[in-house]
């Protein structure tokens, strides 16, 4: 019972905290924008810089980087802008460096055109 009578107590703190801040950016005329939280700034961060990553900084063999660089991927933005079929097509890529370069790319939430 003690439990639930501090968290009731503690529910109502909050509740009047929140009326207050409310209160207080109303008087300012200001609105809390709930899309500038750290989360969604990370995320919008992310989508805005993460083609721009150059493929030199990344953790990929040799082999695959030059596979990207033979169809002129200098950025995981150009990177994903190819196919499976692409890669497959230049003479020093096959099934097992596709495969790397496809692992690399689901690290960072992306895929190869066509989500191949």
């Known amino acids: 019972m003690m439990i639930d009578a501090e968290l009731a107590a503690a529910d ?6 929140r009326h207050e801040l409310k209160a207080a ?11 500038k939280t750290p989360a969604y700034c990370a995320v919008t961060m992310q989508q805005k ?16 980087r030059n596979a990207l660089k033979d169809v002129n991927c200098r950025t995981l933005g150009d990177a994903v802008a190819k196919s499976r079929r692409n890669l497959l097509d230049t003479n020093c890529c096959g099934e097992g460096t596709v495969a ?4 690399m790319l689901v690290s960072y939430g992306l895929s ?5």
């Open 25 to 35: 950016l109303t008087a300012r005329q200001l609105v809390l924008d709930k899309r």
């Open 12 to 17: 109502e703190r909050i509740e009047a905290a």
């Open 49 to 64: 810089y993460l083609p721009m990553f150059p493929l030199d900084w990344l953790n990929i063999s040799m082999r695959a």
């Open 112 to 116: 190869l055109k066509g989500g191949e």
């Open 100 to 103: 790397e370069i496809q692992a």
